[in-house]
C-alpha cells in the first residue's frame, strides 16, 4: 500500500504527495485517513486508507507509460468526427473527456488532450472546450513534470510540439495554463 511521503496521482485533481496517515472518529468508529498535499496548488484531502485504491489513486506513471503517452499525441485522429458542431456531439465528446479525466490515466489524458488540440487546429473552441483543454494540460504537465523532474517550459514545449503550425520549429503556441511549481 502507499506510505507517507510517496508521490500520487489523485484522478482529476493532480500530483499529491502523502503527509500523513491520521486516525479520526467518525460515526463512532476509527477511521484511519491518508492526508494528501497537492504539489500544484494549495490543496490537501484527507482519504480513508481502505478507499484509497478505489479513489484512483495512483503511483505516478512509469517512464515507458510517460513515452507511450507523449507518443499518442503523434497519432493521428478523425478530425471529421470531433468538429461536429451539434450540440449533441459535443455534450457526447464532453462526456468522454470527463471520463477520461476521472481514470486518471496519462494515456487516457494524452488522447484526450491530442484530440482537442487537433480541433483547435481546424476551429476555435468553445468556452467549454478551452476549459476543459486547460484541466486537460494541467493535469498532464503536472505528472510529466513530476516523473521526469522537468520545468513546466520544457513539458509544454514538448507535448504542444506536435501541433504547432510554424516554419519556426522553436515558436510555439502560448501556455493556456498558469500553474506553478
Not at 504539489?39 to 490537501?44: A, P, V
Request: hydrophobic share 40%.
Amino acid at each position: 500500500m502507499f506510505k507517507v511521503d510517496e508521490t500520487v496521482v489523485y484522478p482529476g485533481h493532480g500530483v499529491a504527495r502523502i503527509d500523513d496517515v491520521s486516525e479520526k472518529i467518525v460515526a463512532g468508529n476509527i477511521v484511519s485517513f491518508y492526508k494528501l498535499s497537492f504539489l500544484y496548488k494549495d490543496m490537501t484531502v484527507l482519504i480513508p486508507l481502505n478507499s484509497m485504491r478505489a479513489s484512483g489513486v495512483r503511483y505516478l506513471s512509469e517512464p515507458t507509460i510517460v513515452r507511450k503517452a507523449l507518443a499518442t499525441l503523434e497519432e493521428e485522429i478523425n478530425i471529421a468526427r470531433m468538429c461536429e458542431f451539434s450540440a449533441s456531439g459535443w455534450n457526447k465528446r464532453q462526456k468522454e473527456y470527463m471520463m477520461k479525466i476521472q481514470s486518471g490515466k496519462l494515456i487516457d489524458l494524452a488522447k484526450a488532450y491530442r484530440d482537442l488540440m487537433s480541433v483547435s487546429l481546424k476551429k476555435e473552441l468553445s468556452f467549454g472546450e478551452r476549459g476543459i483543454l486547460s484541466t486537460i494540460e494541467e493535469l498532464f504537465a503536472q505528472e510529466i513534470i513530476t516523473a521526469r523532474g522537468m520545468v513546466r517550459e520544457e513539458v509544454l514545449r514538448m507535448i504542444k510540439k506536435p501541433f504547432v503550425q510554424s516554419e519556426d520549429p522553436h515558436e510555439m503556441p502560448p501556455p493556456t495554463t498558469q500553474f506553478t511549481l
